[in-house]
């Protein structure tokens, strides 16, 4: 079925960005729409232990989005389940289509789409993916209980993921290209401090293999990336962990991006490069790509958001009343 909904403000992605935008909207009484996307919530819902959300010592990932996602409903947001298929920003009102068939109309947009998993790109990572590759330890970890698994990256998304995953596998091998970690320092001393993990240092990946029939992964083979050298390390699951990529694909042709894809925004607002369409969190953030400097630029965008409606508003006003 094709249906219409206007609002004065479509909020797009539903991570801290997205609910924190929508209770910031609600309470200016602008009666924003947020569409969730296919992962209601955002990144901290494939995460566990959040320990550097403001006001807790220690919060599950899932749990601090439904909190959010309660806020943002309790002071009036429409929350919708439905995913943005394409969106047309060259006039306004702004007009989005979801898969679900609703077109959606707007007056301002925030985007905050957030960012995806980066992978390799070898084609046996993508052979397996699913049979024993993943990017995401918390949904599929559990699957390796007394086995071994190998995770690549050096970042806080990696060496989490490698901690997270001693709670099931024998062993965790984390390979690094480098021989220092970028991860925060605490984690770092977690992971050097787990009797289940091994480090790789100076080694990329550069096949994953395994058996057809069943499809399932056996062994990574690593470089190291002076020598060249190569060691199979046997394994029954691989996890990718080596950044996000904004997920930007939406308005790749419509607004200003940077740094591989993250959205423009004018210095110390959310303002982009078209007037009414507003860009928050990961979506337009390659440095800090916090859940709190997101909620941060969330609320930064509805604040923006409301001052740019009250001045179309008054603008519309002041040439209704020269034409009187
Ligand atoms: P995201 O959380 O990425 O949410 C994006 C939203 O956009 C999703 O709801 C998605 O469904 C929606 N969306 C995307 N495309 C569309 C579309 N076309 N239509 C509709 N909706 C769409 N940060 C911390 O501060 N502390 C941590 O402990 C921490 N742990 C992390 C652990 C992991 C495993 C990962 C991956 C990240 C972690 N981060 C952590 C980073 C944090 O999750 C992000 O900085 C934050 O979630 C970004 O918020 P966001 O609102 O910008 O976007
Ligand atoms: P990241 O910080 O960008 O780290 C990516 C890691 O992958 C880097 O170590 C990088 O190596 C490596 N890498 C990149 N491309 C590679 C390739 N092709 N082959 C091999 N290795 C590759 O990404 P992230 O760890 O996903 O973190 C993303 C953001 O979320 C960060 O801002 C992070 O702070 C945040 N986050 C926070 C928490 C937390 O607060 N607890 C948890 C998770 C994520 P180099 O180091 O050599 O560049």
Redesign the pocket.
Known sequence: MSDTKHSKVLI???????YTAAVYASRAMLEPVL??????????T??TE????PGDTEVQ?PDLMIRMEAHARAVGTEIVSD??ASLDLSRRPFTAKGDGGTTYTADAVIL????QARWLGLPSEEKFKGFGVSACATCDGFFYRGQEVVVIGGG??AV?EALFLTNFASKVTLIHRRDELRAEKILQHRLFNNPKVELLWNHTVEEVTGTESPLGVEAVRARHVATGAITEIPCKGFFVAIG?AP?SE?VKDQLELHHGGYVVTKPGTTATSILGVFA????TDHVY????T?AGM?CMAALEAERFLAEQQAAATATANAAE
Request: no cysteine; glycine share 22%.
């Open positions: 797009i992605g539903s991570g801290p960005a997205g569409v969730q996307g296919i992962q209601p919530g955002g990144q901290l494939i995460t959040v320990e550097n959300w990932g995913h943005i905050a789409t957030g960012a806080n998304t989490e996000h997920a939406l928050a969190g990961d979506l790509r916090q859940a709190v997101s969330g």
